[in-house]
């Protein structure tokens, strides 16, 4: 087939537009395509891993099994550009926009309040208008399993679903649940400007060459072309997203094309299915020819719906998953593992013919130069019992600590297992490869399971042959073990549901859980509207078209990008950097260190850190692995992402790293501060604990955190004539302009810095935000061209800082009914390689949450590790103290004898009792909510029943747990913030900026409420623009849930100066309109703009507390650890 030659050129249509390119390099990704056309950010990019959803586009091709259009949604981070030709791609912006008309998707999540920092949101619409497209009448239970690969980390998914299967079938017309209409469905040509961009466009050539066979020989005659190439045949390419740091293909050979290999044939006593079937093709086939194998299809296709997510399996085949375990150790595929256990088989072809192997047999098989072709899968005989497992963290979208596969032919009289076909148990995830546990196969054939000696013997067995390799990230060796012991038990009693006890059939029966269902009450007060009016967001559908941007959507004309380099080691020295490898990669402009800073090599420092200054670039000495040494400058992210990775680093003077709090304590590596002087002392603790009934000691650890914000670290950086202006995603402007002048060597006033949005914080964008922006000012200094940088996840987790760990030891003294009298606890956290954003004073003024304890003495240390310096997360300092006090409490109960609630109810807080840090608390009302709480989720009698069910179920048993809340708002500190307010007297219409950052929590709609209530004017005069450090200077950091209180008391204080100028000329005038009356103070010389410095104070150290409490039901599986959230009132 000599003709056969490589594709140079594609087309396809965009959001109902024709387009064309050429010379494209083929490791470009869909998304990166779309993520370079002006107009069309809304398609995110997150992971790169196809496990959040942020990127999801809408496909429409002809499936290559049926012949018939469908519409799939696809993780556009995966799929390669090249292998879309001739398809339909629409994205967010294409099914609606504020041009064109919202879609009805976008309408409902905004209506439902599905949408905060919005980040994920057109992932969300997009996933959700490939199902109505090809199921417009979709079930309540269909819409939630389709959603099980997109991510949301701070709307919570709630409104989410809510919003989603408002468009169900079964949804409640009372509730705003209705179908949607066909023609809502069709695609417009979108107006907007990337119409007129995106057609041919020529991006930078590679040296990869792309080939679209026809048939099997092409396959074999790319191999004879090219026979010391790497060479990469693809389905859906979905692999990538697993193994991210494999070089790249010299040649991609697209299989689609190829009738046969999307070939499906159910025989009299297989199915055949071709090579490229995708995943979810192959359910669907399983599903619908269930009658022909009734006791192993079912259980195949459902374990199938457990391998990643929706959109991975629409692309994904089943072939290249098992390329995937096949190539690379510790994968722990699902797919070899189910196939395996029911005696499956592939055909491989080569050059010289075809051939059969077990999957086990495939395994070691050597693949140069061949591909598998054909999947035969057996079907099952009448007395086949099958029966699959997956144990992993979540119950959706995550690889498994392990799988398991069992199947045996069991005679239905004697109840006896038969030896043909012999019986299967494999499992996966305990070995590098998944394996068969074949001494207890061979033990179980012509055995009873009716005779209990049978089981004792086949566990024997079962543990004396199965053994564990160490897999640091999937467990321990031994939970491992005991999760397959555990399966096989549940696949025996499966098997024999008659001949088992009521009280044991909780293992054989697997849970099913319902669709989710949730209800809000909340109270508002109409004479304050339109403050407390409940309202959407007010850029909700911005976010739900794509239309809101962040700083990593941004594109500069003439922009570079750059990538970190980090450091692969901790507790080292820099004893080299080979960066040649990386320079002559394609794009890539140079690279830049320690040495090329202009200013001061820090990112962090004081005033803003609290101690030493942290370095932005490494210099000799390592502290931790991720670590930054450098960045890559280069013409794309991508370049720079992949050139970065090729800059060789060697180390020398290596020692071992201190990385948990116990290396720590015993290297005595504790940070001087805090000191003695922050040892929380109320009363003689000691004391106390000695004069009680009882007492006891124990321990609490409470571990790390990544932020996961859905925008990962970003920012651009455009230098000017005489300054910079830089565009981060911070949530503290001030502390960031600082960074960026301190490392250039300029001054303060010569960097402005504005933020729009971000796409979610979470504490992880207070200090850490800097780094990026001082590297990505770094290099705009040198090539004086714009730059920017979007970590890719990777990096990300790797380099900032996340939750600071806990662990407390203590000692705690208590009364016959469990009144506390007193605690002596120790506290420590790990605050890796620097100390600067250290939370643990925060938890010492909160470490009572809400009990009334009168003795304390608490010792807080922070320690000092090899890891990277942790920052605050979600509740700093605040989560893990209330976490410790809750788990004392707990001991309590259980040291008594007595239900932790009884504990928890005797030493609430009641009105003027004063806390351990002085604050009296003068609006208390925990012990009243605590009491509603237990009428109105029904808690006495819910713990009745919980202890009927766990008497009943040997092995699933439930519980419940009550919690209660005092969260202390701090006003001393959190301020100053800035607002100004400009009216336009040509119309009336009103701009306001503040100090606070938009993060997803609704600020602006609620500083616009604010102002409009305090202005009497509708919302929809008001806009919020960008806050920046010209309007807003000095403004302290967004966070601890106190920055929308002090922007909100600005906007109060300002509209008081602008009602004192406009009210005398309004008194003059009669029953004028808001626009006469800004008109006439603009022609009678009235300032029409003013400015409120807020910087609230109060005597306690608490302003005031707010309270919740909390009772969660859940069950669990007494043999996996799996759990299931019953019900939650909160």
Same mark, same amino acid.
């Given at each position: ?31 990166e395509?779309?993520?370079?056309? *002006? ?14 959803? /942020? ?82 009448t979709?079930?309540k ?7 099980d ?8 998914y ?15 017309p009372?509730?705003?649940? #209705?179908?949607?209409?066909?023609e809502?469905?069709?695609?417009? #040509?979108?107006s907007?400007?990337?119409a ?19 048939k ?71 599903e ?26 629409n ?17 722990p ?9 029911v ?55 995550? *690889? ?24 299967s148990f ?33 566990v024997?067995?079962?543990?004396e042959?199965?053994v ?21 038990y ?24 319902? $669709? ?36 990593a ?21 820099i004893?080299?950097?080979n ?15 320690? #040495? ?17 200054? *942290? ?27 992949r ?12 020692s071992?790293p ?13 940070y001087?501060y805090?000191?003695?002087?922050n040892?929380v002392?109320?009363g ?8 009680s009934?009882h007492?006891i000691?124990?321990e ?77 000012a770094?290099?705009?200094y ?35 009914d ?7 606890m ?19 003024? /909160?470490?009572?949450?809400?009990y ?8 807080p ?6 890891n ?67 009428q ?26 009550v ?27 009103v ?8 993060i ?42 106190i920055?929308?209180?002090?922007? /909100?008391?600005g906007?109060?204080?300002? /509209? ?59 069950e $669990? ?14």
């Amino acid at each position: 087939m000599s003709t056969l030659t490589p594709t140079s050129s594609i087309s396809f249509i965009l959001n109902g537009r024709d387009v064309q390119l050429s010379g494209v390099d083929p490791n470009t990704t869909l998304n990166e395509w779309i993520r370079s056309q *002006h107009g069309l950010a809304g398609t995110k990019r997150m992971c790169g891993e196809g496990g959040c959803g /942020c990127c999801v586009v809408s496909a429409l091709r002809k499936d290559p099994t049926s012949g018939k259009d469908a519409t799939i949604a696809i993780n556009s981070c995966l799929c390669p550009l090249y292998s879309i030709d001739g398809w339909q791609i629409t994205t967010v912006e294409g099914i609606g926009n504020s041009r064109d008309g919202y879609h009805p998707i976008q309408e409902r999540i905004t209506q439902y309040n599905g949408s905060q920092c919005g980040y994920c949101t057109p992932g969300m619409v997009m996933n959700m208008y490939s199902l109505l497209k090809e199921s417009p009448t979709p079930t309540k239970q269909h819409i939630e399993d389709n959603f099980d690969g997109n991510i949301c980390r701070c709307t919570g998914y709630r409104p989410i679903l809510d919003a989603m299967k408002s468009f169900a079938v079964d949804a409640d017309p009372k509730k705003g649940g #209705k179908c949607i209409d066909i023609e809502d469905l069709s695609v417009k #040509k979108c107006s907007m400007p990337c119409a007129k961009l995106c057609a041919n466009v020529t991006h930078t050539s590679s040296s990869t060459l792309w080939f679209r066979p026809s048939k099997v020989a092409d396959i074999f005659t790319v191999f004879s072309k090219y026979p010391d190439k790497r060479i990469k045949l693809i389905a859906g390419d979905t692999g990538r997203g697993v193994f991210k740091g494999e070089a790249l293909p010299d040649v991609i050979v697209d299989l689609k094309g190829i009738a046969s290999l999307a070939a499906i044939e159910v025989g009299a006593k297989s199915l055949l299915v071709g090579a490229t079937v995708p995943i979810n093709t192959l359910i669907a086939t399983l599903e619908a020819h269930k009658d022909s194998s009734p006791t192993s299809f079912p259980h195949l296709a459902e374990h199938l719906k457990k391998v990643a997510n929706v959109a991975v399996r629409n692309i994904g085949s089943w072939a290249g998953n098992l390329m995937l375990t096949h190539d690379h150790e510790n994968f722990p595929s699902d797919i070899f593992t189910i196939l395996e256990a029911v005696h499956a088989r592939v055909t491989v072809a080569s050059a010289s013919g075809t051939s059969s192997y077990s999957l086990n047999d495939f395994l070691s098989l050597d693949l140069t130069n061949k591909v598998i072709t054909t999947l035969m899968i057996p079907l099952s005989t009448a007395n086949s019992v099958v029966r699959t497992f997956k144990v992993m963290p979540r119950h959706q979208n995550a *690889h498994a600590y392990i799988n398991a596969g069992f199947n045996w032919s069991l005679n239905p009289s004697t109840h006896t297992i038969e030896g043909s076909p012999n019986p299967s148990f494999v499992f996966g995830g305990l070995q590098a490869h998944a394996v068969h546990a074949t001494k207890t196969e061979a033990y179980m054939v012509g055995k009873s399971l009716t005779d209990p000696a049978t089981l004792q013997g086949a566990v024997k067995v079962l543990q004396e042959e199965l053994v564990a390799i160490p897999m640091p990230t999937e467990g321990s060796e031994s939970f491992r073990l005991s999760l397959a012991y555990g399966l096989f038990y549940k696949f025996y009693l499966a098997s024999i549901p008659d001949h088992i006890s009521d009280r044991v059939k909780s293992a054989a029966v697997p849970f099913t859980r319902p $669709v989710s269902q949730s209800y809000q009450s909340y109270d508002s007060v109409k004479s304050e509207y339109p403050v407390t009016e409940p309202m959407t967001k007010l850029t909700a559908k911005l976010q739900a078209s794509g239309e809101a941007q962040y700083v990593a959507d941004m594109i500069e004309p003439d922009g570079l990008a750059a990538a970190f380099v980090i450091s692969t080691v901790g507790n080292a020295t820099i004893e080299s950097i080979n960066t040649s490898e990386a320079l002559q990669m394609p794009g890539v402009v140079q690279f830049l260190s320690a #040495k090329d800073i202009p200013g001061t090599n820090a990112y962090h420092a004081p005033p803003f850190a609290r101690f030493e200054p *942290h370095l932005l670039f490494a210099v000799d000495k390592i502290s931790n692995a991720g670590e930054a040494i450098g960045i890559i400058v280069a013409d794309t992210q991508e370049n720079a992402d992949r050139a970065a990775k090729k800059v060789n680093v060697q180390y020398s003077s290596q020692s071992k790293p201190i990385l948990t709090i116990a290396d720590a304590i015993k290297a005595n590596s504790i940070y001087d501060y805090p000191g003695e002087g922050n040892v929380v002392v109320v009363g003689d603790a000691n004391a106390a604990i000695s004069s009680s009934a009882h007492s006891i000691t124990g321990e609490v650890s409470c571990g790390t955190q990544y932020h996961f914000h859905m925008e990962t670290q970003s920012c651009v950086c455009i230098p000017e004539d005489d300054s910079y202006t830089v565009y981060s995603s911070t949530q503290w402007i001030e502390a960031c302009q600082h960074a960026v002048a301190t490392v250039l060597g300029i001054a303060d006033n010569r960097v402005y810095v504005a933020v729009k949005r971000i796409g979610g914080g979470f504490g992880g964008k207070i200090t850490q935000a800097n780094q990026i922006a001082t590297a990505c000012a770094v290099a705009a200094y040198h090539t004086r061209r714009p730059v920017k940088i979007h970590l890719d996840i990777d990096t990300n987790m790797k380099m900032v800082g996340k939750r600071f760990p806990y662990y407390a030891t203590y000692k705690a003294g208590f009364t016959d009914d469990g009144v506390i009298n007193g605690i002596m606890m120790d506290v420590y956290t790990n605050s890796g390689c620097h100390n600067n954003d250290l939370a643990i004073d925060i938890a010492m003024s /909160c470490v009572d949450n809400a009990y009334h304890i009168p003795n304390w003495h608490v010792t807080p240390k922070a320690v000092k590790t090899n890891n990277c310096a942790n920052a605050a997360c979600r509740s700093p300092g605040t989560l893990p103290a209330i976490f410790i006090m809750e788990t004392v409490a707990q001991h309590v109960g259980e040291a008594l004898g007595i239900p932790p609630e009884t504990v928890k109810q005797k030493n609430l807080y009641q009105q003027g009792q004063i806390t351990p840090n002085g604050t009296t608390l003068k609006y208390c009302n925990i012990r009243e909510m605590w009491s509603k709480l237990y009428q109105s989720a029904d808690v006495s009698n819910r713990t009745d029943q919980i202890t009927t069910f766990n008497q009943q179920n040997r092995w699933r048993k439930r519980g419940l747990s009550v919690v209660p809340l005092k969260w202390g708002v701090v006003w001393n500190g959190s301020g100053p913030h800035t607002v100004m307010i400009s009216i336009y007297a040509t119309d009336g219409t009103v701009a306001i900026t503040h100090g606070g950052i938009e993060i997803g929590q609704g600020i602006n709609t609620k500083t616009a409420q604010v102002a409009a209530r305090e202005l009497g004017i509708p919302i929809d005069l008001i806009c919020i623009l960008p806050t920046n450090s010209m309007t807003s200077p000095n403004s302290n950091a967004t966070g601890g849930s106190i920055t929308c209180e002090y922007n /909100c008391q600005g906007i109060i204080d300002a /509209c008081k100066i602008l009602n004192n100028r406009i009210d005398p000329v309004k008194q003059k005038m009669t029953n004028p309109t808001w626009k006469e009356v800004v008109a006439r103070c603009q022609s009678t010389g009235v300032d029409l703009s003013a400015k409120a410095f807020v910087n609230m104070k109060s005597d306690d150290h608490f302003a005031y507390s707010s309270y919740g409490v909390n009772c969660t039901e859940v069950e $669990v599986d007494v043999l996996t650890g799996e759990v299931e959230i019953l019900r939650s009132d909160i």
